[in-house]
């Protein structure tokens, strides 16, 4: 059975956004932690959380994969930005526990002219300062396109941050089909040779979650401009070989797809009609 749903607006809290999911025709969705340009989360109300978990349970809904505020840099160069970072990862790690078993997806970062190998430091030292042993959220770094001074960009980069974190169990990946297509991981073509390449550098064991995008940029582009799935450089061929791999069939996939909620409704039904048993 295929795990699919999108982005869905946390401000309704937990219950609403399982109700929205089902509604949607999907079993897993993500959602920011708080408002995607940082700021503060809205405090946890745990009669909506233990109503949530039922819902959740009577409804077969999935993993749900968090997303942290994109505008966070953790490997930032200025100090007061990496300790607003430092005080984002803690409190939405610390929030995502009422919610036990999950995903906390987060871009790794900026290098803004440091240089990646300072910045891979700095984000695997973030790590380290606030993973704890006894946490049951997994964090997972996400394939970046590479635009700017993105970290991220290579299997290779995203190795080396999990290799310096001491907790590395608490750590894995999220692919976004978009970035790594953008980022010159041909998807479209040679969706196996991509997968050994993950499993060589990083290990597949380490794929929990993939952003399911089309792209409307062309390949290696490094652009990171999302398309709705068959109107993008990726195409529908691709997004049916991608949902019915045998290494990635079982993972949530989570749409981030420029539509309205009716286009959710449709790319959901669609990719329900591609799944091949
Ligand atoms: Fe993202
Ligand atoms: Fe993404
Ligand atoms: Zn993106």
């Not at 749903?5 to 109700?19: D, E, F, T, V």
Request: charged share 25%; with cysteine.
């Amino acid at each position: 059975m295929l795990n699919i749903g999108n982005h869905i607006s946390s401000s309704k809290g937990y219950l609403a956004m399982g109700k929205e999911i089902i509604g949607l025709g999907g079993n897993v969705f993500a959602f920011f932690t708080r408002n995607p340009r940082g700021g503060k989360a809205k405090v946890i109300d745990e009669k909506d959380v233990s109503d949530f978990l039922q819902y959740k349970a009577q409804n077969g809904i999935g993993r749900l994969v968090a997303h942290a505020p994109y505008t966070m840099n953790p490997c930032a160069a200025k100090p007061e930005l990496r300790e607003f970072a430092h005080d984002i990862l803690v409190d939405d790690l610390h929030r995502l526990e009422y919610t036990p078993g999950n995903y906390y997806n987060l871009h790794p970062g900026s290098h803004v002219g440091q240089g990646v190998e300072t910045a891979i430091e700095l984000i695997a030292d973030q790590l380290n300062r606030v993973l704890q042993p006894d946490q049951c959220t997994t964090v997972l770094l996400e394939t970046m396109s590479g635009k700017g001074t993105e970290v991220g960009r290579s299997f290779d980069e995203l190795a080396e941050i999990i290799k310096s974190v001491k907790l590395g169990d608490l750590v894995g990946v999220c692919l976004d089909t978009c970035h790594v297509y953008s980022a010159g991981y041909d998807v479209v073509n040679d969706l196996d040779g991509v997968l050994k390449e993950f499993d060589k550098v990083i290990g597949i064991d380490k794929l929990k979650a993939i952003h399911l995008n089309d792209s409307m940029t062309p390949f290696a582009s490094n652009k990171d401009r999302h398309a709705r799935l068959g109107e993008g450089s990726i195409g529908w061929a691709a997004i049916k070989g991608i949902i019915n791999h045998k290494e990635l069939k079982d993972l949530p996939f989570i749409l981030e797809t420029p539509n309205d909620r009716d286009g959710y409704i449709k790319e959901i039904a669609e990719l329900k009609r591609l799944v091949m048993n």
